[in-house]
């Protein structure tokens, strides 16, 4: 079974730090698009960052320059260290595999599986 | 930026009805790039349908997708509602900066 399980949020002042975990089981980091996505007490979906199975990475701009995007390979392991917090990084945090199929003339861009989430609060 | 508007905003049907949820997009989108996702309370979001009519693994046959193509207007419809199916929708579109763009909700509720 395929699992991606977040960990590592907390409570944190403004201007902190703080890292989050992904552990995958059943699937190999490494081989996939792997995405960070994001969601304010009760607001909607915001993407936040993504690393590619080359080691490339991609951010929102609300957080370029304070987070970054990581993975470890023998962990099987993706995170996301987040510096210089600001009260509307508080969200709950999602990683979640960002698949790019196969389509009839081009590709499909979805995520297909996602963790349960963790929980930051910036306060 | 691409910004996806759904609507409604709530919907409110009963169990046994046909749901048909909304979503625009300021820009012509590609269909490949739409997928939709339900959320619960507390939960994650679970994707339903992925290049605009392609259900998602083990997603029931009463979820479809529609708009396939390019163009502005997608639609999420539910034949046959269930209890289990009153939750909240998203769409969301692929594209360059930022990756990927969600529409902020419709909420499915029981009427």
Redesign the interface.
Known sequence: EVQLVESGGDLVQPGGSLRLSCAASGLIVSHNYMSWVRQAPGKGLEWVSVIYSDGRTQYADSVKGRFTISRDNSKNTLYVQMDNLRGEDTAVYYCARDMVAPAPREFYYYMDVWGKGTTVIVS | EIVLTQSPGTLSLSPGERATLYCRASQSV?G??L?W?Q?KPG?????LI??AS?R??GIPDRFSGGGGGSGTDFTLSISRLETEDFAVY?C?Q?GT?????????TKLEIK
């Open positions: 590609s490949s790039y997928a996702y959320q939960q994650a979001p679970r994707l992925y290049g392609s998602a693994t998203y969301q692929f900066s930022p990756r990927y763009t969600f529409g902020q909700g």
